[in-house]
């Protein structure tokens, strides 16, 4: 099994900055993509970005030039600094990691944490 384990939510102003951490555990040897995914209420749970272990990255068009995803694979965490945040960007966001390539959510999920962005 793996355990992903997210850190650094939190409420910030708009145009405030968050970076999130999520740190995988337990049986991780083989993990390639990890990623980030967030929820808001009464919406669809949505790929934000990800990243594969030889570090090709991904951010989907609505935070492109605003959040920026990487990994340390010595650390085997995964980051997401999160720049120019709006109201809009309030979420659940999640981490996910898979053995794959394929930027998909795969089949390890963390808990989540929460970022709220409001005045």
């Known amino acids: 099994q793996v355990q992903l384990a997210e850190s650094g939510g939190g409420l910030v102003q708009p145009g405030g900055s968050l970076r999130l951490s999520c740190a995988a555990s337990?049986?991780?040897?083989?993990?390639?993509?990890m990623g980030w995914y967030r929820q808001a209420p009464g919406k669809q749970r949505e790929l934000v970005a990800c990243?594969?272990?030889?570090?090709?990255?991904n951010e989907v068009d609505s935070v492109k030039g605003r959040f920026t995803i990487s990994r340390d694979n010595a650390k085997n965490t995964v980051y997401l600094q999160m720049n120019s945040l709006k109201p809009e960007d309030t979420a659940v966001y999640y981490c996910?990691?898979?053995?794959?390539?394929?930027?998909?959510?795969?089949?390890?999920w963390g808990q989540g944490t929460q970022v709220t962005v409001s005045s």
């Open positions: 996910n990691a898979d053995f794959s390539v394929v930027c998909i959510p795969g089949r390890y």
């Open positions: 337990g049986s991780i040897f083989g993990i390639n993509v």
């Open positions: 990243i594969t272990r030889s570090g090709v990255a």
